[in-house]
């Protein structure tokens, strides 16, 4: 009869804990969008384990990066670009604005392609028919369907990554050697080496993710209908920048687990056949 009580207290304390999680676990899974599933593939796939230690590497400056820009949005109640539009010049704003959208299409372009491929891989059928088809259907999600319940099914959605996790567990790796991968630098000053490098950076540290999880902190904070923290009593303020430290660390550090195993899945099934 006690053993009740203790099961109810684990459980609302877990729910209390995944309560906490939402903009950083959200813009953390995004990271690991189609386009850099794709990357982090093919740098498994030619370079094997050698390369893993960039995604440990890259750990850090995406946390803190992620963490300026969250508290940004949070602190002031506004997204980046209404901060830029506030405090510097416009010629600025509409620079900063015009590079995000330019790398936003192209980066959408190649997640659309992806998840279409993808599709066509399973099923077979037209790729440009499955391309449009994909982003009708996320345009009339985002125009038809609450915030709340979008971000609610975004946030259950990041558990689809675990399937990454499956993968490496089936598939016999040699973690010495993976593990050497992860700890050991290893780097050639060549083409093939440095264009992979600026890729995995470039993918991990994409600026949509910026303007995307300071965008959500406000978007929190209406749903909550709570005031931003520089208006907030500091005890509280100070409690909403631990949630957000937290949050940011555990999206960010699932977002590089996820791509580092994809990476060693892929070395070990596919750079190790020559594929």
């Given at each position: ?21 939402g ?15 794709a990357?982090?593939s ?5 370079f094997?384990y ?6 440990i590497?890259?750990?850090p ?6 963490g ?9 109640g ?23 959208l ?8 190649a997640?659309?392609g ?16 499955y391309t449009?088809l ?10 038809f ?7 609610a099914?975004?946030?259950w ?28 630098p ?9 264009t ?10 994409s ?6 999880q300071?965008?959500?902190?406000v ?5 909550r209908h709570?005031?931003p923290?520089?208006?907030?009593p ?6 909403e ?8 660390l555990i ?24 594929t």
């Amino acid at each position: 009869m006690r053993s009740i009580p203790r099961v109810d207290s684990r459980s609302s304390h877990l729910r209390a804990a995944l309560g906490k999680l939402g903009p950083g676990l959200v813009t953390g899974a995004a990271d690991d969008d189609p386009s850099g599933i794709a990357t982090y593939s093919q740098v498994g796939a030619q370079f094997g384990y050698g390369l893993s230690w960039t995604l440990i590497f890259g750990f850090p400056l995406l946390a803190s990066i992620q963490g300026v820009a969250a508290v940004i949005g949070a602190v002031t109640g506004k997204g980046i670009a209404q901060n830029l539009r506030q405090h510097y010049p416009r010629w600025l704003l509409r620079t900063v604005v015009l590079m995000l959208l330019v790398a936003n299409v192209i980066n959408l372009g190649a997640d659309l392609g992806a998840m279409a491929a993808s599709l066509n891989l399973i099923v077979g059928g037209p790729i440009l028919l499955y391309t449009f088809l994909f982003g009708l259907f996320c345009v009339c999600f985002e125009i038809f369907m609450s915030y709340e319940r979008y971000a609610a099914i975004l946030k259950w959605a990041t558990l689809s990554l675990f399937a990454y996790f499956g993968v490496v567990i089936v598939a016999g790796i040699p973690w010495g050697e993976a593990l050497r991968g992860m700890i050991v630098p290893a780097f050639r000053f060549d083409t093939a080496h440095a264009t992979a490098l600026v890729a995995v950076l470039g993918t991990t540290i994409s600026p949509y993710l910026f303007f995307w999880q300071a965008g959500q902190e406000v978007e929190e904070q209406h749903r909550r209908h709570v005031k931003p923290l520089h208006v907030t009593p500091r005890t509280r303020a100070k409690a909403e920048i631990a949630r957000i430290r937290t949050d940011t660390l555990i999206g960010m550090g699932f977002s590089h687990l996820t791509a580092l195993f994809v990476v060693i899945a892929t070395a070990a099934t596919l750079q190790s056949v020559g594929t």
